[in-house]
């Protein structure tokens, strides 16, 4: 696979993990987890599903060691054993709970369970991004530079967004908080958050919907600075100039990517 296609792979599995954190909630609230984005995360991750009793598993296979198993419930749980160990704890016969050593581990899965829930999900989206080849080098910049251009001169949203979005992942861009939301807008930028609730917000790139337009404002501002906050509303609705403009944007962009790289 290219550089863009791991990019945007490793993108995706992002965006599922964040997804199906969203909808872990207290065990009190009932809430139920979102299996089919868990779904879609383990698809590209090296557990291979396993349905056995009324259980819906995903093995990877230990190198040496014990497999490591995931349940996909509303727990989550990751256990480092046998399947036929994590069917005796979690879906037992009733013949499997008479017998004593069967009730200790039905009672207390602690010996074997590693993770469960948001620590769960995070294990396996890091397995996900682990084996993807990120390296890259200018012209993969340049291209998606020039790719983001064209697509913008040919007023392709779903292009201009999705170069926005590759540049993001390589800057650590971040969606805006709530100062800097405007409707029919994709926004991103360097985010820092600060006490009492301040948000530094900035570079960030400003893309219309309604009119394709994009800019970007190089200058960061704070969350609690009125005047500049206005300024910002401005400059997305065209009342005041932009830092950079149209295509400019994308070479910018490359530019920063390629300087962060330099110096890293």
Known sequence: MSFKENLLKKIRIKQLARQVLA???PPESGQKIDKDA???????????????????????????????ILVLDNELPIYQTSVEDVLIRKSPYIKEMTKIGNIIKILKDSDVKVSRKEDSVRAVEKECIGPLDLAFDASD??????????????GYAEGVKESLALFSELLGYQPPPKAFQIRHHEISGALAEKSAGEFIYGPMVIFGLADNSLRLLSDPISSFDKPKVEFFQKVAEGKEKASVEGKEVFNYLANEVLAKKGSG
């Open 23 to 25: 909808s872990i909630g």
């Open 38 to 68: 868990m779904r879609s995360l383990l698809e590209m991750s090296p557990y291979q599903y396993q349905q056995a009793r009324d259980l819906d598993l995903y093995v990877e296979t230990g190198d040496g060691t014990p497999d490591r």
């Open 141 to 154: 910049i340049q291209e998606m530079a020039g790719e983001g251009i064209t697509a913008l001169e040919n």
